[in-house]
């Protein structure tokens, strides 16, 4: 399989931005909305029109890579990583704030081999951020180098969490107690709606830590390794490695805050990605 990650990048740079110029159009337009999981998980034609533009180009480039992508597998396709070559897409990432026009919003594209992330895009067309990493090379935001800020004290850290898309008892629980918990603790609590664009923000510093039960693996796969690159954390919620089919993750400036967060958390375990 061909897995040159410079051309891979710049195939799915390209393929990105035309996606971008379809949100940034549809944002301002009144959204065709159905629901999946509940009432507050949602997709939009726009998520399948971009998710389908992505698979189109990126297959017709690399005909013998796989695929997972949130809408497929919503379709009902399996959400398996092997050792080949997978593109992980998320269409479009924070699809209520899309909904909403609240421009945090973003998509997310990224390549994995042999389990391990090669290349992450996140893009938010409507303030034009894009965020661009190759393993072992670094971060970028608009192509400047952008790095992590370093913090290690809870109390001087401003946390980004997420209310999810369930409504399951448990896990509203474990969200509110989490947020009450962490509140006379840290420094700010902000909930902005987008798991992918949080953990770049983190990436990029302004935020010092970011953390949630319930994602999937199509909302970290890129931003995973933006944050890698900019030199922050990812690990599993209670700690301990990440797995990008637990639908958990912690990801901070430093191993120390990470851990810090970490013990202080009420976990929750929702089906893996790849249970089916
Ligand atoms: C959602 C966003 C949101 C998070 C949800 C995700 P989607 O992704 O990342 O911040 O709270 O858990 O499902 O569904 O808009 O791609």
């Not at 890579?65 to 009902?76: C, D, Q, R, Y």
Request: proline share 3%; net charge negative.
């Amino acid at each position: 399989a061909n897995v040159e990650p410079q051309e891979c990048l710049s195939v799915a740079l390209k393929l990105v931005k035309q996606a971008g110029d379809l949100v940034r159009d549809a944002i301002k337009k009144k959204k065709n909305i159905e629901m999946k999981s509940s009432a507050v998980d949602l997709v939009t034609e726009t998520d399948k029109a971009v998710e389908k533009l992505l698979i189109t180009g990126l297959s017709s480039a690399f005909p013998d890579h796989k695929f997972i992508g949130e809408e497929s597998v919503a379709g009902g396709e399996k959400c398996v990583l092997t050792d080949e070559p997978t593109w992980i897409i998320d269409p479009v990432d924070g699809t209520m704030n899309f909904v909403h026009s609240f421009p945090y919003t973003c998509i997310s594209v990224a390549l994995w081999v042999n389990k391990d992330a090669e290349v992450g895009i996140v893009y938010n067309p409507i303030l034009e951020h894009m965020f661009t990493a190759l393993k072992g090379q670094g971060a970028y935001l608009n192509d400047e180098k952008i790095s992590a800020s370093g913090e290690t004290d809870l109390s001087k850290a401003l946390v980004f969490s997420e209310m999810g898309t369930s409504h399951d008892p448990e896990k509203v629980d474990t969200v509110i107690t989490n947020i009450t918990t962490l509140l006379t603790k840290v420094h700010g609590i902000r909930a902005m709606g987008s798991c992918t664009l949080n953990m770049c923000h983190v990436a990029l510093g302004g935020v010092d830590a970011c953390f949630e039960f319930g994602i999937h693996s199509w909302d970290t796969a890129a931003a995973y390794l933006v944050v890698k690159e900019a030199g922050g954390v990812i690990i599993d919620t209670e700690g301990g490695p990440f797995d990008l089919m637990r639908r958990r993750v912690l990801c901070a400036s430093t191993q120390e805050l990470a851990e810090k967060i970490a013990k202080l958390l009420k976990q929750y375990q929702p089906e893996r990605d790849d249970a089916h």
